[in-house]
């Protein structure tokens, strides 16, 4: 076989060789794609966490503000009285501690939570521990060293007042024009991931049988 004779076959392998290498190529780059959305999921599964934790902690600190028991000298518990609503604002634009107290919504209207003001400095919502004197970690009160493993910022929450139309026994029905009606506390409470666009929403009703102790019957 002559020099000529062997020339074509080495093209050949270069082509090969090539089209090896632009598939390994493709593939590493494949591979690193895939890495990096698993990477972004997982980050942003641990956000929504953190959110969803600050979220349920504000739901308890709700609860111990509503119900107690409650020994801050913030406290509040007298204002939440099933037969008695007066403390509650309209649009919950209380001040004090009306602050994040929600009248019933007008026939027709949205309910309080739907248009309720979270934002940080907004008097319509309650941030964590301001009538329990409970303390909660984020990363707006935390040095830098550790704002990246905490929520944005402090969850909040409102307690809107809602007609009791049912009770809790079984088979009682209030009428709709009954002057002994009663009412329900309804917490909606947003937590905040460690970015905070990253936001959960939680709620639940509050049901109080009678006065706190020390408080008006």
């Known amino acids: 076989m002559t020099r000529a004779d062997r020339l074509p076959q080495r093209g050949f392998s270069l082509i090969v060789v090539l089209l090896m290498l632009v598939i390994a190529m493709v593939l590493g780059i494949g591979a690193a794609q895939v890495s990096l959305v698993g990477e972004r999921s997982a980050r942003n599964d641990r956000d929504t966490e953190v959110a969803f934790q600050a979220a349920e902690a504000a739901l308890v600190d709700a609860e111990r503000d509503v119900l107690g028991p409650n020994s801050s000298a913030a406290q509040r518990l007298c204002l939440f ?22 009248a019933p919504a007008e026939a027709g209207d949205k309910p309080a939570w739907m248009t309720a003001d979270f934002a940080a400095d907004s008097t319509a919502s ?10 909660y ?15 944005a910022r402090a969850p909040r929450y409102i307690v809107e007042a809602v007609r009791n139309l049912g ?32 936001q959960v929403v939680l709620q639940t009703n509050l049901y109080k049988a009678g006065a706190s102790p020390g408080c008006p019957s």
């Open 81 to 102: 009285s099933g037969s008695d609503i007066s403390a509650f604002v309209p649009r919950c634009g209380g001040a004090g501690i009306h602050q994040g107290l929600c």
């Open 126 to 135: 309650v941030v964590y521990g301001t009538f329990t004197g409970q303390a």
């Open 137 to 151: 970690a984020a990363g707006d009160g935390a040095a830098d060293a550790r704002a990246g493993t905490l929520p």
């Open 167 to 198: 009770g809790w026994q079984s088979g009682l029905l209030q009428n709709a024009s009954a002057r002994n009606a009663s009412h329900l506390f309804r917490v909606t409470a947003i937590g905040f991931g460690m970015q905070e666009d990253t």
